[in-house]
């Protein structure tokens, strides 16, 4: 069975404060999807990765894909209020369409 | 439409009662997933949709939940005697292939 265990469950910082969130397997997945989802309302997609060793950014937020494919990290930089929310992170495997889920990071920024 | 469109937005249903959730995919967009996400968890996949064909209802809990897509576009998740354990935001996404996807906002049911 293909788990996503990300780490840590809840973050609360202070805006301004750096902060990197983990999400970690012990299988290889195609592909690689974050997402952050705000209360009330569904995820929505803001990276994937593809390429072991790739590194994204997307403004303040940088993601990393390990080099064997199974781990992941999200990185943000100078956090702010606007962050907040539950950060997904989602694996593709072999069936192409069938994601698997990790259980989230809350993330709360403190003005 | 702009986005995935799910109605309603909150459903409250006394147990053993049955409930339609639908979902407004994006217009064109061929693949169609149905996920439950409990609070503080990530979605948990229920079925997907390519086009009107129904290609793997594997995460439907029990068979208490069908879910249609006739015409290929709308779809309904349908959930008979319902039970407290149904309680849960069900989520619609759609795509045009099959890894971006698209989520509406859910609707949350409550069965009490």
């Known amino acids: 069975t293909q788990l996503l265990e990300q780490s840590p469950q809840f973050l609360s910082i202070q805006e301004g404060e750096n902060l990197t969130v983990y999400c970690n397997s012990s299988?290889?997945?195609?592909?690689l999807q974050w997402y952050r989802q705000e209360p009330g309302e569904g995820p929505v997609l803001l990276v994937t990765?593809?390429?072991g060793g790739e590194v994204k950014k997307l403004k303040r937020l940088t993601f990393q894909f390990g080099d064997a494919r199974k781990d992941s990290s999200l990185h943000i930089t100078a956090a702010q209020p606007g962050d907040t929310g539950l950060y997904l992170c989602?694996?593709?495997?072999?069936?192409?369409?069938?994601?698997?889920w990790g259980a989230g990071t809350k993330l709360i920024i403190k003005p | 439409g702009a986005g995935v469109s799910q109605s309603p937005r909150y459903k409250v249903a006394k147990r053993g009662q049955d409930v339609a959730l639908r979902c407004d995919p994006i217009?064109?967009?061929?693949?169609l997933f149905w996920y439950q996400q409990a609070l503080g968890q990530g979605p948990e996949f229920l079925t997907y949709?390519?086009?009107?064909?129904?290609?793997?209802k594997s995460g439907l809990p029990s068979d208490r939940f069908f879910a249609e897509r006739p015409e290929g576009s709308v779809s309904t998740l349908k959930i008979q005697r319902t039970q407290q354990e149904d309680s849960a935001v069900y989520l619609c996404?759609?795509?045009?292939?099959?890894?971006?996807?698209?989520f509406g906002s859910g609707t949350q049911l409550s069965v009490l």
């Open positions: 989602a694996g593709a495997d072999d069936s192409n369409y069938q994601l698997i």
């Open positions: 299988s290889v997945f195609s592909s």
């Open positions: 990765v593809v390429t």
């Open positions: 217009s064109g967009h061929v693949s």
């Open positions: 949709f390519q086009n009107e064909a129904q290609l793997d």
């Open positions: 996404a759609s795509s045009l292939g099959t890894v971006k996807l698209f």
